[in-house]
């Protein structure tokens, strides 16, 4: 983080006490979220990394209050700038959107597939309520996929989902996202639908935006090499629960937690590690302490 934006940083973007999130299910009451408590600030990249069914989109559509009212129960405190937004429908629907806006995981299934990409753009600027007047919005719609690094955007505003890549549909909700300048972005798994090489492209693009914006970003990854690339500051969620929290180099190099050792394992090209259940199934404890990653491949 810059010191410049460090200096903004007095008010947390996000601020999260002790949050609990309860969902009613067939096999009774999962409490997803154990008291998750974090910030993240202007300019900062914080990331919560765990296993599948961990919790982590829980937590962000928790904070979001994505979640349906009668299936969660939410407790403790969120605050986006300052505002007191759980349990304050009113509080949560004046930032989100707005201050806070989502990325979400699955590109082709986020957007319409019966409306142009030009449509979809112009409808969140309007959502947005940065412009009036149809031609005005088409403008910004232009500049928005220019932002995000899309070529020739005219013609690409006239074009449906399907005409476009994995990769370019993502820059596309990052556009959309865009719309209303949020300060904070939370994204869930922006890059596990696409190829690795895409995701560099993706990951790039997200932390250009915080360097030339400022904003904060709340990244959710079961990929320690995501997590490497663009942390300041890394939560581990197991069942729930942050276990580890920290600078992001201190977890990557010197995880205290057998459980982050095991994530750090899991990176794909580090070879047979990544067959080890990450919840310690078949594994005794001592004898199973995996090597961080950062250790040995460059
Ligand atoms: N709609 C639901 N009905 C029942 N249980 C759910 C539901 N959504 C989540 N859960 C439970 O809540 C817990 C946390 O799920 P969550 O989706 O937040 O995990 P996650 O860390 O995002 O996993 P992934 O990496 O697979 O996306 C899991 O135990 C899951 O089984
Ligand atoms: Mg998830």
Redesign the pocket.
Known sequence: MNPQHEAAAATPLLDVEDLVVE?M?DNGI?R?VDGATFRVGRGETVTII?E???????TAMGILQLLPQDLAILSGTVRVTGLDVLGNRKAINKVRGRTVALIPQDPMTALSPVLSIGSQLVEAIRIAGRTSGRTQATTRASELLASVHIPDPPSQLKKFPHQLSGGMLQRVLIAMALASEPELLIAD?PTSALDVTVQAGILDLLMEIQEQRGTGILMIT?DIGVARLVSDTIHVMKSGRFVESGPASAIVDHPREEYTRKLLGAVPQLGPWDERPLDGAGTTGVDTVVEPAAGGTP
Not at 52 to 58: D, F, H, L, R
């Open positions: 969902l299910t999962v997803a765990g599948s069914g961990s919790g982590k989109s829980t798994e079961h």
